[in-house]
């Protein structure tokens, strides 16, 4: 799904694969309607953070891997990885 979705991203840009370092930015939520967003957001509050399951690095590798061949060449190339694990839209 996530590397579908990020394919989706790129539709009809003419973009390479980088091949140097990257950053990558990643909101994980797991609130109502459970979502996975890449972009930058400033930090969130403490009482926003989740500390259940699914574990964050899991969540992390799981993206890491679905963007080779679609992003980077590999995610050997992530060199700064900033992620939160959230959830914003519970009741």
């Given at each position: 799904m ?14 390479p ?5 990257v ?11 459970p ?57």
């Amino acid at each position: 799904m996530i590397a579908w979705l990020a394919k989706e991203a790129l539709v009809g840009r003419d973009a390479p694969l980088f091949t140097g370092p990257v950053m990558v930015n990643l909101v994980f939520d797991f609130g109502k309607q459970p979502k996975t967003v890449i972009e930058v957001k400033p930090i969130f509050p403490v009482s926003e953070c989740m500390d259940k399951r699914p574990d964050l690095s899991n969540c992390i590798k799981l993206v890491e891997d679905a963007l080779i061949g679609i992003v980077f060449k590999d995610d050997s190339q992530v060199c700064r990885l900033e992620a939160v694990k959230v959830t914003r839209h519970r009741d």
